[in-house]
């Protein structure tokens, strides 16, 4: 079992999986503000993977620019932004990487939205970067093997 939670501790969730999940980065101007950072590291789990286990989440809804909406949920108390989900990938839930309570661990197996990414940012040769978004089937090859059906 996978574990994680909110800065303040208030909410703890788990993942379903045997392993942590793969993780990606997106560079988008999106999540550059909505992180207030660089970038945001995101894991794609199955939304049926993954369980608040402890404290109470708030949620709020965001469109995306493809038209679809995004609901994201936060710990009510400290408002950390624990996961989202997406009108337009129903099934799916994109984790917070950095909520991970191993969020050390995972390296980034993909980077999106580069062609906004912050100057100083430097990928390395050997991992995919995609200069906007990538192709559902380039995601789900790398971070849903097997899991994707349901
Ligand atoms: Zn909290
Ligand atoms: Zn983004």
Known sequence: MIAGGCRCGAVRYTLAMDDLPAVYCCHCRDCQTGSGSAFAE???VREAALAIVKGAVVD???PT????????FACGTCHTR???VNSGRPG???VRA???DRSDEPSPRLHIWTSRKQPWIVIA???????ESAPMDAFAALFLPGQAAE
Request: no cysteine; aromatic share 10%.
């Open 92 to 94: 799916l839930a994109i």
């Open 98 to 100: 950095g909520t991970l």
């Open 65 to 72: 620019s493809n038209g679809a909406i995004s609901r994201h």
């Open 60 to 62: 709020f809804t965001l």
């Open 42 to 44: 995101q894991a794609p």
């Open 125 to 131: 040769d050997d991992v995919p970067q995609w200069p």
């Open 82 to 84: 624990l996961y989202n």
